[in-house]
């Protein structure tokens, strides 16, 4: 299964390369599925004896890993180092376009999404995508019509934060302030920056509530075979994209046979 060099040792299989051989036999595993070490209490398996080891703190609750400044206590140690950042203010992770800087490095690869445009979230009801989970959740509010963002001065409703911000700003908003000699509701007594209000959901009349109640529920039957159809669609692409990744893998081992017969073939001319 694996191939020693001087320097390293090499996946037979994926062709990595490891520096030690147990991570090399860690590696191995992802390809075989081996997973020898089992919780003892819900049966759970893992490749390595540290993830075990990781894995059966969440049955004991055991935190060892405990921050010096506040107090709190980790499962991990990498959370406590993340979280140490929180009071440090260090930010070691750099985008390298436009150099803004992250305490996380899920946050700076998120970020990176918008310079490359990559998105990875879709809605399932018309396919447009996004690079941020936030803010296609922010688009399904509309297809379902909701708006639960409400302007505390006119009534008006807004399906997400963003546009409430911009309703405040609008011309129109302000004239409807002015006349109504009221504060603007951007800045309470503190000067501080007061969050959005909620609509609050009001409750239908008595007599409509099973009218209501029985369009409810043909909404979410004719969404939830929306999703299907969507997901159905994505199970779709995704074999393909597989079958298409198989056949460039082919290709690409046929490539490197006809290479290496041409490299044998003049290296038999040569020698002639």
Do not use: W
Not at 59 to 75: I, N
């Amino acid at each position: 299964m694996a191939t020693k060099t001087t320097n390293c040792h090499i996946c037979v299989i994926c062709s990595r390369t490891f520096k030690k051989k147990q991570y090399l036999i860690y590696h191995i595993r992802t390809h075989t599925g081996e997973r020898p070490h089992k919780c003892e209490t819900c049966g759970s398996s893992f490749n390595q004896s540290s993830h075990l080891k990781r894995h059966v703190r969440t049955h004991t609750g055991e935190r060892p890993y405990k921050c010096k400044t506040c107090g709190s206590s980790f499962l991990l140690s990498h959370s406590l180092k993340r979280h140490v950042r929180t009071h440090t203010g260090e930010r070691p992770y750099k985008c390298a376009i436009c150099e803004r800087a992250f305490s996380h490095q899920g946050n700076r690869d998120q970020h990176l999404k918008i310079h490359s445009n990559i998105k990875t979230h879709f809605c399932v009801f018309c396919d447009r995508g996004f690079t941020r989970a936030g803010d296609l959740n922010e688009h399904l509010l509309r297809h379902v019509r909701e708006k639960p963002y409400t302007c505390g001065i006119c009534s008006t409703e807004c399906s997400s934060n963003g546009n409430l911000t911009v309703h405040k700003k609008s011309a129109a908003h302000q004239r409807k302030l002015n006349a109504g000699g009221r504060v603007s509701h951007d800045a309470n007594a503190s000067g501080r920056q007061a969050s959005p209000k909620k609509k609050k959901l009001v409750t239908p009349p008595p007599n409509n509530l099973d009218t209501v109640i029985a369009e409810k529920e043909e909404r979410l039957q004719v969404v939830n075979q929306e999703i299907q159809a969507r997901k159905a669609k994505v199970r779709r692409l995704n074999g393909e994209i597989s079958s298409r990744e198989a056949e460039s893998k082919s290709l690409e081992n046929e490539l490197e046979r006809l290479e290496t017969a041409k490299a044998n073939t003049r290296n038999r001319f040569l020698n002639q």
